[in-house]
């Protein structure tokens, strides 16, 4: 009977060599980074989105709100705080003139207050024309 050799070395073939692990460990490792990677800035994008879409929503009502007044607006700017959604927003409103005496140049402009600071951040500019008949 011929003796069973598992390796022409001699040895028998249990479990990994050590280059084997360190180079799996390599690829997950990689792999690893890879993912934090892409799941970073998918957080990212969905709050700069998140941010945009509130912030869009609150610029076109205000000047809904000022559409739907009786008069024509005074040319002013004002900034106000509001409470939307779980977030504390500066809302600026500019009304301009026009080489139209009835119509208005309306400017908003939505700055998001974030992480306990005091001066808040723009987010979103809308700009509108207002006017009367």
Do not use: C
């Not at 140049?105 to 809308?126: I, K, M, N, S």
């Amino acid at each position: 009977m011929i003796p069973h050799r598992a390796l022409k070395s001699g040895r028998s073939a249990k479990g990994f060599t050590l280059i084997e692990v360190m180079v799996a460990l390599l690829v997950f490792g990689l792999i690893a980074t890879a993912a934090a990677n892409v799941s970073s800035q998918y957080i990212s994008s969905y709050e700069r989105i998140r941010d945009k879409t509130l912030a869009g929503w609150l610029a076109d009502n205000r000047i809904n709100e000022i559409r739907l007044e009786e008069n024509l607006p005074g040319i002013s700017e004002n900034a106000k705080d509001r409470e939307y959604g779980p977030y504390r927003w500066q809302v600026t409103t500019r009304v301009l003139a026009t080489a139209e005496p009835k119509m208005r140049r309306v400017e908003v402009e939505v700055a998001l207050y974030r992480d306990g600071r005091t001066q808040p951040y723009p987010v979103h500019t809308l700009a509108a024309f207002v006017g009367t008949q």
